[in-house]
């Protein structure tokens, strides 16, 4: 058993505390695997598995309110589902749910083939592409703005909008904000441009059709729904295809693997979402005192879920730091774990999996062109391409 500590260390989860964060998650939980760290106005960390699965199933103890971003997005707004506690969110979330079932995402594979396809031939034509600028970015937006409804003419200005608010906002939050109000009256126009024309087959349409207890969702509804969505649909589907060609980049072994064997690849993303999870904490805030591995949580106090350690728990995992591209029985955190599980989960990972599909169809053996890019975020990922 470690010794469980009080005293406050500066463990964050944002920005260049990524670099080395595995380190950081296999020391802090030898030391203290629930503990408080100075960081963005103080917070608790939970770093095992079995406490932050329970945490996810505890909303009676651990509220996503006021924000489940701490530093919180550049809004003043709650976002719905992902900031509301039952019993709203369960009608909240429970009108999302048809549109996100494995059937209604198995509907968009072909066209997520052709969208992958068309990226890939054009990063294979290159001898040195950045392949996050012209694959893992493009293809989430591509995928996800069609079936949302974002008109296409607006895409190019997608990326910094992303990027100010999620990975500005540590270092920048004035630029955070500023962005958050440009996306918000960016709905705000869309959602009223399009009450002048006919919809019929896309989300926007459908959950502007949608009723909660006989009644439809307010314009304030629908305009947080779509900045959550626009912002849970993006960043996360493109990590988690730039952090795998990452890997894939530096393990040509690997690569040739999945490209003999493309049926591989559904477990190797599962791997890939485990060890490299594009989300690697989300918080909470106690609504009672409660005491977790040994420490006393008050009411009132902020709460981090570190589902990147959960995911590296060496109480669940053999060789948690490995990634075994074969590994079965792989349930991880990467999505959550309770009743605000990532909704998108189906489409994210059919994404993944296409993406990687046609990646390593297209594109004959690549390495990493510069040693220094990260293995997180969605920044550019300079790869070369042929041996
Ligand atoms: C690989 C890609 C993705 C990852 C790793 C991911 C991860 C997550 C995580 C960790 C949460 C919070 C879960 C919790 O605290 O219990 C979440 C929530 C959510 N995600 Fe995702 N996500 C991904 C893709 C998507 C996509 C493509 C969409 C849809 C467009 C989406 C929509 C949502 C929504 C709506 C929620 C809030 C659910 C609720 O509050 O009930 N996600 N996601």
Partial sequence: MPDNQTSEVD??????ALDNIFET????RGQCPVGRSEKHGGFWYMMNSEDIFAAEQDPSTFSVAPSMLLPAFGTDVPLIPIDIDP????????ILLPLFTPKMVAKLDEGMH????????????????????????????????????FPEKDWPKFDQWVDDIIY??????????????????????LLKERDQVEHTDDLIAELTAAEIKGRKLTHEELLSYCFLLFLAGLDTTAWAIRSSLWYLAQHPEEQERL???PDLIPLASEEFLRTLSPVQAMARTCLKDVEVSGQQLKQGDRVVLVFGAGNRDPQ?????????????NNRHLAFGGGIHRCLGSNLGRQE??????????????FSLANPDEQWHGVGSLTLKIGK
């Fill in 11 to 16: 463990f964050d989860f944002h920005g260049s």
């Fill in 25 to 28: 998650y296999s020391d802090l």
């Fill in 87 to 94: 019993p709203e969110h369960t009608d909240y979330r429970r």
């Fill in 114 to 149: 052709k969208t992958a396809r068309e990226l890939a031939a054009d990063v294979a034509s290159r001898d040195v592409v950045d392949a996050s600028a012209l694959f893992a970015r493009p293809m989430p937006t591509i995928v996800f703005s069609r079936l949302a409804g």
């Fill in 168 to 189: 500005e906002r540590t270092v920048n939050p004035d630029r955070a904000w500023k962005a958050g109000q440009e996306v918000m009256e960016y709905f705000d126009n």
């Fill in 259 to 261: 490209r003999n064997d």
């Fill in 316 to 328: 669940v995992y053999d060789r948690p730091d490995d990634i075994v591209i074969d590994r079965e």
């Fill in 352 to 365: 993944l999996i296409i993406a990687l599909e046609e990646f390593l169809a297209a594109v004959p053996a």
